[in-house]
């Protein structure tokens, strides 16, 4: 696309124009706005890396650009950053809050290690855009000569939908893709874990969307590290139990979460969970990183069946008394040790957790079997649900990614917590 000749066109203000022009090869694309600091510049795109369309049909997109602005003094002129283009309701939390917070905490707490495992807002903008109801939207226009100043506020204020526009230019990280040496990819996943445990414990934030896409990886001074990216989905811990919606991308989803009687919440370990399924469907799915393997290619069905199909292939997965190993390629086959022993926990945990499935029925029926005083020394009451009886947790996953073939990898986080 040929760039914008006026250099004070303000895009990002523009919502019904920004995503939408960009058509299946914007490369060359280029736009104007205005950065929090107050500053005009342009940005090219070079590539369009994510494109979908998001709640209430508004479009959102993820691009690699290059600021092409002359300004004096440009901290990032001529660097290549990722830019998210996104809508959401007013009401709905901004992704951008929660790295902030976090990033915030690893300065003030003194865990700095933190900082190399989130990722890093260059700028944000965020542009409130109100619009009316579709179903009304001409009839206001033939009302809005016959009513007064004060009362076309208020049936703004009443009737109108407030929509956000948030544009935000972020570090670009590297994708798992390019990690080709196993151990270098052994300690990114091993940074994955530290760095969600942390955030869990330390910062009060749960992911609650770990999936190949949003583990990623920075270099400095020629050493890895594993960056969690994309808290679009995510919450604060005190507030998990309150949210309804199902969070996850579905192949690596928890069999909890797409279990639809489910009624215990987001988890931490339903993340961890996901976690193992990224490296399972890496080492099993792909000859090398970025290269697919031939088909048919193992657990293809959990990419494109429903979410009710998908629970009952993972529970049944989990449940297996016959599981023996994993269709691991060639390449991945250091990860071998890992999914195993992942594997193993989950099954015994999954296997010896009680019938019911979720914390509410099982107090449910506590409370009934003990008013009628029958069998009630059969259950344990007692079951830690957020760990599968311990067989899930923090502690467990750390003491078999700390290690990969034999040798200890670098551990960040000295202070945690082994009871998690």
Known sequence: MTPHSDPTFDHPRDPGQLVDDLDDDPQGFAYSFEGSDGLLRTIVVEQLLHRAEGRNGWNSAVLEVKCVCSLSGCDWHEENKILKVYHLNMDDPVEEQFIWDARENAESSGEHWALDHLPNIIDAITCTITLPPEDEEEEEEEEEEDMDQDDS?????????????????????????????????????????????????CA?????????????????????????NDFGLSSHVQDTDLISHRAGTQPFMSVDL??????GGHLYRHDLESLFFVMLCLACRYDAPGVPATEPRPYSYWYTETNRNVYHSKNSFFLDPDFETFPIQPHFI?????????????????????????HDRYLKMKKSLGRINVGIADFDFDYDWTTLGKCASYARM??????FNGGSLATRWAGWNPER
């Open 153 to 201: 506020e208020s049936r703004m204020d009443e009737d109108c939908e407030k929509h956000v526009l948030q544009l935000t230019i972020l570090e670009k990280l590297h994708p798992l893709s390019e990690v080709q040496d196993l151990k270098e990819l052994s300690q990114v996943f091993y940074d994955i874990l530290q760095i969600h445990q942390w955030l869990y414990e």
């Open 204 to 228: 009060g934030i749960l992911h609650r969307d770990l999936s190949s896409g949003n583990i990623m990886f920075r270099r400095k001074h020629g050493k890895i590290y594993g960056v969690l």
């Open 258 to 263: 797409l279990n639809s009687n489910w009624e």
């Open 334 to 358: 250091g990860l071998k040790s890992w999914l195993e022993e992942i594997y193993c926990s989950f099954h015994f945990g999954y296997i010896q957790r009680p019938f019911f499935y979720s």
């Open 398 to 403: 750390r003491s078999i990614m700390s290690l």
